[in-house]
């Protein structure tokens, strides 16, 4: 069931948040979430059944285990939970690919295994690893069952996330007022979605046709030549953007109108001047993930090492190129590595998280130098904003060709295209362009939709935005104005069968 079908609109949705509210007028609060539990099962459920054991195995398994963590931390439980977790989205999501590439370099006839892989296993399992380690390191208490089902299967999240921790959800459900309904959190929840609803009907559907004819053709063994080439890789990129933070806002929005804060997944991403700052602000949740539960420890353990062995270690102010390989390159080419296999399984996902891998290491090279560190004039420093911004994006719309492409052979098909080594492509329409062209100014003029909502913290001392007039209000205008989006997506969505969110498939 997708967030923009009718059936969820229109029945799941109000059936269920009448049946949340009416039970959290009960003095015990479990019977609210178990109907939301309840709910959110039937939610998952309704693409296919059968992915169904699957997640209530993993979520008694990890109940359980959380609980001889909580009563006694043992390390060796801890990483036998996590090999089991991984375990399972090894078997479901790599096998297949496994045994290609060992029939590739054993030139053995293996048969191939077609195996179903369950919905958002990626995303939910990464959850419960987190509040695995959370139950390790005692930074929570003895879970209760019905609190713990609910944050995992929690349907605004439970598909494409945002990666949520248990601290950060049952904390909100363990208090009285989560239960009430707020006018205000539904007002704004239901704003944040209808913005993410229009996110992903209209602009990730429209710009969706102006570059999947890239990828065709490349599917025909054709190299497109240099403009059509460079206007579809743009196209996709927006359409991913657009897609998955859709997707994001309205799931934010709808824990808002539940009463819950989940975290924001983007922070215009493609405004960034260079790689660091783009995965600080693209996936954040995931970002977080990987940075505090895979790069600190390689990073920890390599530091320890080389201490205990009496070597220099990474220091920025006073850098070294071999600490700096050891403990910086070398940590951040396996964390992003294992972030391009986790997005899928293929030598396309393993290139797509190489690539930004040495994006940062280069990122990081550069800021270590002495021309890195210069402080240059402000006039000097707006003036680069602008090229780092698009050299940034430029650099991003590459990789993402690997990111979207079924095979390495047409991925490298399209990025011949885009270093003017194709002939092959259809008339660019003028219509279609400017289509492409208005998804850019969006990202890169408009604020965000936390920036727009008022949500986003200002930094200290930071001079009021100059367009705080034009900030949502719970006014008329508003409210016309977001009635009006909400229309003509509606009218969209009633025109065309829905398609799925492009992370549905990770």
């Known amino acids: 069931m997708l967030f923009h079908s009718p059936e969820f609109l229109f029945a799941f949705l109000p059936l269920t948040l009448a049946g949340y509210f009416l039970l959290g007028r009960l003095p015990s609060k479990l019977w609210a979430l178990a109907w939301l539990t309840a709910a959110s099962l039937f939610f998952y459920a309704w693409w296919n ?53 060992m029939n590739a370099l054993t030139a053995a006839a293996v048969a191939v295994p077609h195996i179903l892989l369950p919905l958002a296993i990626s ?4 959850q419960q690893i987190a509040y695995l380690v959370d139950c390790h390191e005692g930074r929570i208490g003895r879970p209760n069952p019905i609190r713990y089902a ?30 009430r309904i707020d006018q205000a959190k539904l007002v704004l929840g239901f704003t944040i979605f209808c913005l993410g609803l229009f996110k992903k009907i209209g602009l990730a559907d429209t710009l969706a046709p102006l570059a999947q004819p890239l990828w065709d053709l490349a599917a025909d063994g054709q190299a497109a030549y240099l403009a059509y080439a460079w206007r579809g890789a743009v196209a996709f990129a927006l359409q991913l953007y657009f897609d998955f933070s859709g997707y994001s806002d309205m799931a934010i929005g709808l824990g808002l109108m539940f009463g819950i804060l989940l975290p924001f997944n983007f922070d215009s991403p493609l405004k960034a001047g260079n790689i660091i700052e783009f995965w600080s602000r693209w996936h954040m949740t995931l970002t977080r993930f990987l940075t505090s539960y895979l790069y600190n420890p390689i990073t920890k353990g390599l530091m320890r090492r080389r201490m205990e062995a009496g070597k220099p270690i990474w220091n920025p102010r006073k850098p070294r190129a071999v600490p700096f390989l050891v403990m910086l390159a070398f940590p951040t080419l396996v964390t992003m590595g294992l972030a391009g296999v986790w997005h899928g399984a293929g030598w396309q996902f393993i290139i797509f998280g190489l690539m930004h891998g040495l994006m940062l290491v280069a990122n990081h090279a550069w800021r270590a130098t002495r021309a890195g560190r210069a402080d240059l004039p402000p006039i000097v420093r707006g003036a680069l904003v602008p090229v780092n911004v698009l050299l940034t994006f430029l650099a991003v719309t590459v990789s993402l060709v690997f990111f979207k492409s079924p095979s390495l052979t047409e991925a490298m098909l399209v990025v011949q295209g885009l270093f003017g080594m194709g002939e092959h492509g259809l008339y660019l329409y003028s219509g279609d362009t400017a289509v492409v062209l208005l998804g850019l100014i969006i990202v890169w003029a408009l604020p965000n939709t936390q920036e727009w909502m008022g949500l986003k913290p200002a930094p200290a001392r930071a001079a009021p935005p100059p367009a705080g007039r034009l900030r949502w209000q719970p006014s008329p205008l508003h409210g016309l104005f977001v009635g009006a989006v909400l229309c003509v997506t509606l009218l969209r969505i009633f025109g065309s069968p829905p398609a799925e969110f492009l992370y549905f498939a990770f």
Request: net charge positive; glycine share 8%.
């Open 49 to 101: 059944v059968a992915f169904l054991p699957m997640l209530l195995i993993s979520l008694g398994l990890n109940y359980t285990l959380g609980l001889l963590l909580v009563n006694r931390p043992r390390r060796w439980l801890l990483l036998s939970g996590i090999a089991l977790n991984l375990g399972a989205i090894g078997y479901f999501k790599y096998a297949g690919f496994l045994v290609e590439v």
């Open 123 to 126: 995303f939910y399992t990464f």
């Open 150 to 179: 609910m944050f995992i299967t929690f349907f605004p999240q439970l598909i494409a996330g945002p990666i949520v921790h248990y601290r950060e959800v049952v904390p909100q459900i363990e208090r009285d007022e989560t239960f």
